[in-house]
């Protein structure tokens, strides 16, 4: 039996319970991206007790994430960030094991990345590794969270392959590169990415302890700056959606770079 008590305040909720919490304890859960929203989903699935967290991130930190990446502090400036926040997390909870990947993801590699856990989840800053999560979760059948923050706004989507909507059902254009704003270019708030990062690890949670009635079947929308949470319909696209209902995956088969979103927003 593992030890509870350093769950007790999470356990006390119906939602979770002692055999909620001993399900976590047995989950296992990657996250693509280990910046931003990835540092405070990684942070938060640890002390919630996730028994197995795998970190997947191909960047050094730099200074000015400091702003908003919330596992970090200045001495980690120059390392791997996936190794950084192994070394900080361990150090929260030592009854998860942890397993950091210094690795861009791409098609050759996505489908191992993903291999053997209960759930994904998108901390990643750039369409095309979206599209190859998805392709990739629809492909074997593991759920996974869609979140994307800049300025001070963001989106959260859970996808149930073929149950709910996958991204390719409801982002079917990729903007021109330049065509949307980036953190680069508008900037980013950090407690928009807080909110963000909230509301995908709830909705992850909830996957993992079997409460998957409770997930929001709508895009999620939030704007910390304006005070709006707002819910909003998406539905499958006219036709039939090459991955989710005609198994075409392809930007596994590194064919989709022509295939673009309409609207969406970055994360970092």
Request: charged letters at 20%; aromatic letters at 4%; glycine letters at 10%.
């Amino acid at each position: 039996m593992s030890d509870l008590a350093r769950y007790v305040r999470q356990t006390t909720l119906p939602e979770v319970g002692a055999d909620g919490q001993e399900r976590l304890l047995a989950s296992s859960v990657v996250v693509i991206g280990g910046g931003g929203l990835g540092s405070t989903l990684t942070s938060t699935l640890v002390r919630a007790g996730v028994g197995r967290v795998r970190i997947v991130d191909r960047d050094t930190l730099e200074l000015n994430n400091l702003q908003r990446q919330i596992t970090f502090d200045e001495d980690d400036v120059g390392r791997p960030k996936a190794i950084a926040a192994a070394d900080k997390l361990r150090r929260i909870n030592s009854q998860v094991e942890i397993e950091p990947i210094v690795v861009d993801v791409r098609p050759g590699n996505v489908e191992h990345l993903i291999a053997g856990v209960d759930l994904v989840l998108d901390g990643a800053d750039n369409f095309e590794t979206r599209f190859l999560v998805n392709d990739a979760c629809v492909k074997h059948n593991i759920p996974w969270v869609y979140g994307a923050v800049v300025a001070t706004y963001g989106m959260v989507r859970a996808i149930l392959p073929h149950f709910t909507p996958c991204l390719r059902c409801f982002l079917p254009e990729m903007p021109a590169p330049g065509s949307t704003p980036t953190c680069a270019t508008v900037g980013i708030l950090a407690t928009a990415v807080s909110a963000v990062a909230s509301l995908e690890a709830t909705e992850g949670l909830k996957i993992l302890l079997g409460r998957e009635q409770d997930l929001h079947p709508q895009l999620l929308y939030v704007d910390v700056w304006a005070g709006v949470l707002d819910k909003l319909e998406v539905g499958k696209r006219a036709g039939a959606c090459p991955a989710c209902e005609l198994g075409r995956f392809d930007f596994l088969a590194a064919s989709g770079g022509g295939c673009n979103l309409q609207s969406a927003i970055c994360n970092l």
